[in-house]
DNA sequence: CTGAAAGCGCTAACAT
DNA sequence: ATGTTAGCGCTTTCAG
């Protein structure tokens, strides 16, 4: 097997110094064009390669950015949430010629492990934690060690940082008001967990949206646990209150909801109206076809990784806080017949 | 914000050498139980971490893994199979002290830019790849570059590599048996890609399985794409043949195709039977309740993982296959009212 | 049992 | 434009 060449080697091959083959892989500038040719002429017939943790030790630059998610590790693939987010932020990554640590935990898993791995530096440059639980030590952790972090979500409390979300109030509002304006009276609620940012963020924006129409929950409120079982026990409830609409905050639990109104004997969108959240899962997969708030998950993970970047090059010092629409998107299960503005 | 302290500093502050403290700190052997006592002290006050970067440079170590997904990244993570094994990698990588990076990409994207970072040494200690389709150029070059790799599946041809697979094959077979000592004649088979090692050895299990009860596929042989939208044309067109059961060498195909059966008036499993092969949705996701053949992906990538450190330690020399069992879970769609053995 | 010294492969002043 | 030198923080002989 090949033994893999060093600068000091490729520069002995092309009769000069490890430097200057060094500012030709760097670039190149303050070099003739003669030599560098030369040296990229070796460089190509050797096939040398940078050797990146020595270039890191210098650098204090690992090119590694860690994907921090504390959550259920069983359910945590269960939603297309996670792998849209993954999927935005390697692409993103892969662009800044950056790679993507995975380090997934759930609440028992050994905290001590991840964070030694997470927070000892000179591993990552920066992390980009999801916040779907407070994991408050762990943030704590990170501010202390002064690495860079980038939440997607929001920090319910907990220091100022930089993240990156959707606007879930927004289009939970936005539920509401369309529900209310196809004369919906007995709207009910399927909430997400109140430890999540998002759902917290989604109950208080569909509540002004029912407020905003004159509307009101009336004790019609029921939370899930982001599962579709748990949508459908928690729509099997709510049916006892005869609701004639529910909002249910995401689109698992609105299937599971929209299970829940057929094993009862009710038609969607005749009998009871469903609205969901996430816009993740493609149309045909409900009868009816599911009316949602889509969030931009792609997007968000992207541009988490953008930010991470600009927060490691110090281009931004003060926490930003980064927010994308999220949009109404109406299909047949909340039973507008006819086109509907948002 | 606390600078970070090295050996030299732990070792000034403690009164001695550097050498000592690195001494104490991997393992303590040699040393003198007072001196290793004061070092973990002051490391203890201090708070010291050894840099990783550092360590790397001379142990030629990362701790990094590498996983490579080459895949449509659209249609990724809407399969729950990706999500499972990452989720037995990265349960068995914790518990081994490394961290996980992830390499997605798709056939365009730029392969060169994963090359350089994927088979870069220095980076990663070693790679897992799925042989969800055979990017014979990687492999090639991860062979040339001598990087420890571990397949997940099986390559359908290329150089012999160490590799964790499950029995796709005997899987496959013993549904095609099952369904015919159901009594059934008229079986039909919707395969997964063929350029897959799992379409290929399922379809294969499948056919021997038919031919020990006697029975062939006669021309009712359709190729998904694993989602349940191409099992759901897979099944629209076999059903011209009036099939008595179909084998989906997918579940999210079985889906598919359970939903063809209905939409075509026809009643499963009564006027056909369905069997899927994966197992990785729960039970009550359909109606009738899917027949399976399932397969042990966590512990797949959780052994995947392990079985790279060995290869890594050079404990495993010659490349060393490992395959699990597939069972045969009997539920509602394949039609079997009473309790059946396997 | 401990310290001194060398070096992993690279970058970055500092000379020339 | 190029070479020389000095580390980055750690492990690891090699002496003592």
Known sequence: MPERPT??????????????????????????PATKKRVEEVVARTGYRPHLVARSLVSNRTGVIGLVIPSDLETLFSDPYFGRLMLGLTDSANRMDMTLALFLFDHDSNENLIRSKVVNPGLVDGVIITATRIETPLIDHLQEADIPTVVVGRLIDGPAMSSVDVDNEGGARQAALHLARLGRERIGFIGAPAHTSAGIDRHRGFLD?????????????????????????????????????????????????????HDAGLHCPNDVAIVGFDGLISPDQTVPELTTVTQ???????????????????????????????????????????????
């Open 209 to 261: 949206g029912l407020k905003e129409a004159g509307l009101s929950l009336e004790g019609r409120v029921q939370e899930g646990t982001w599962t579709q079982e748990s949508g459908r026990i928690a729509m099997e409830k709510l049916l006892g209150d005869r609701p004639d609409a529910v909002f249910a905050s995401s689109d698992r639990m609105a299937v599971g909801a929209l299970r829940a109104v």
């Open 296 to 342: 931009p998950v792609f997007q968000v993970g992207a541009r988490a990784a953008e930010l991470l970047n600009a927060v490691i090059d110090g281009t931004v010092g003060v926490p930003e806080r980064i927010i994308y629409p999220t949009e109404l998107v109406v299909r047949q299960s909340c039973g507008a017949s006819r086109l509907e503005g948002s």
């Open 7 to 32: 600068l000091e080697e490729i520069g002995r091959i092309a009769g000069m110094s490890r430097s200057t083959v060094s500012r030709v892989i760097n670039g190149g500038v303050n070099v003739s």
